[in-house]
C-alpha cells in the first residue's frame, strides 16, 4: 500500500463513508486537531518516566483515534455503526482519573506558567492543543453538523486531566510550582 494517493492533490479529502470535502472544512480541521493532540500526547510520552503514567497516555492516544474517526464520519453514513463511539462512561472515567491525580496535588491557587520538567511542558502543549479541538468541536455543532455531545465533554475533560498530570509530573519531580507561578509584569518606563 503506498503512503501517497494523489487524490488530495485537488484540496479535497475523503470522509469516513466516502464522502470527499475541502481539506479547510471545519470537520477535517476538528479531527485534525485531535489528531494533532495524539501526537503531542506521544511526545509527552517519550518524556515520561513513570510507567502507570506512560500507561494512561497511550490510552488517551487510542480513545482519541475513536474521537477522531466519530468526527471523519458523517452522521449519515452507514460506518457509523462500525465505530466505538465515546460515551458517558469514558467522561467518567477522565473524571475519576482528574480526582485521584489531583489528590496527590496542593490546591491551585493562582494560575502557573507552563513548564518545568520537559514532561511537564509537553503535556501542558498537548492540553492547549486538546483545547484548540474542543473549540473548533464546539464550532462544528454550533454550524449544524450532528456531534456526539459525548465526544465534547470528553474533549474538555481530556484538557482538564493533562493539565493536572502537568502538574502531577512537575511534582513528582520536585518542580516547584512557585516558581512557575504567574507573576504581575512590572510596569516600567
Given at each position: 500500500?503506498?503512503?501517497?494517493?494523489?487524490?488530495?492533490?485537488?484540496?479535497?479529502?475523503?470522509?469516513?463513508?466516502?464522502?470527499?470535502?475541502?481539506?479547510?472544512?471545519?470537520?477535517?480541521?476538528?479531527?485534525?486537531?485531535?489528531?494533532?493532540?495524539?501526537?503531542?500526547?506521544?511526545?509527552?510520552?517519550?518524556?515520561?518516566?513513570?510507567?502507570?503514567?506512560?500507561?494512561?497516555?497511550?490510552?488517551?492516544?487510542?480513545?482519541?483515534?475513536?474521537?477522531?474517526?466519530?468526527?471523519?464520519?458523517?452522521?449519515?453514513?452507514?460506518?457509523?455503526?462500525?465505530?466505538?463511539?465515546?460515551?458517558?462512561?469514558?467522561?467518567?472515567?477522565?473524571?475519576?482519573?482528574?480526582?485521584?491525580?489531583?489528590?496527590?496535588?496542593?490546591?491551585?491557587?493562582?494560575?502557573?506558567?507552563?513548564?518545568?520538567?520537559?514532561?511537564?511542558?509537553?503535556?501542558?502543549?498537548?492540553?492547549?492543543?486538546?483545547?484548540?479541538?474542543?473549540?473548533?468541536?464546539?464550532?462544528?455543532?454550533?454550524?449544524?453538523?450532528?456531534?456526539?455531545?459525548?465526544?465534547?465533554?470528553?474533549?474538555?475533560?481530556?484538557?482538564?486531566?493533562?493539565?493536572?498530570?502537568?502538574?502531577?509530573?512537575?511534582?513528582?519531580?520536585?518542580?516547584?510550582?512557585a516558581r512557575l507561578l504567574v507573576q504581575r509584569r512590572q510596569r516600567g518606563g
Amino acid at each position: 500500500m503506498k503512503i501517497y494517493t494523489k487524490t488530495g492533490d485537488d484540496g479535497s479529502t475523503g470522509l469516513y463513508g466516502g464522502t470527499r470535502t475541502r481539506k479547510d472544512d471545519l470537520r477535517v480541521e476538528a479531527y485534525g486537531s485531535v489528531d494533532e493532540a495524539n501526537a503531542a500526547i506521544g511526545l509527552a510520552r517519550a518524556f515520561v518516566d513513570d510507567v502507570d503514567l506512560d500507561k494512561l497516555l497511550a490510552s488517551l492516544q487510542h480513545a482519541l483515534f475513536d474521537v477522531g474517526a466519530d468526527l471523519a464520519t458523517p452522521a449519515e453514513a452507514a460506518q457509523r455503526a462500525h465505530l466505538t463511539l465515546i460515551d458517558e462512561a469514558d467522561v467518567a472515567v477522565l473524571e475519576r482519573s482528574i480526582d485521584r491525580h489531583d489528590a496527590e496535588l496542593e490546591p491551585l491557587r493562582q494560575f502557573i506558567v507552563p513548564g518545568g520538567h520537559v514532561a511537564s511542558a509537553a503535556l501542558h502543549q498537548a492540553r492547549a492543543v486538546v483545547r484548540r479541538a474542543e473549540r473548533t468541536v464546539v464550532r462544528l455543532a454550533s454550524d449544524g453538523v450532528e456531534v456526539n455531545a459525548a465526544l465534547q465533554r470528553y474533549l474538555n475533560r481530556l484538557s482538564d486531566l493533562l493539565f493536572v498530570l502537568a502538574r502531577l509530573v512537575n511534582a513528582r519531580h520536585g518542580v516547584s510550582e512557585a516558581r512557575l507561578l504567574v507573576q504581575r509584569r512590572q510596569r516600567g518606563g
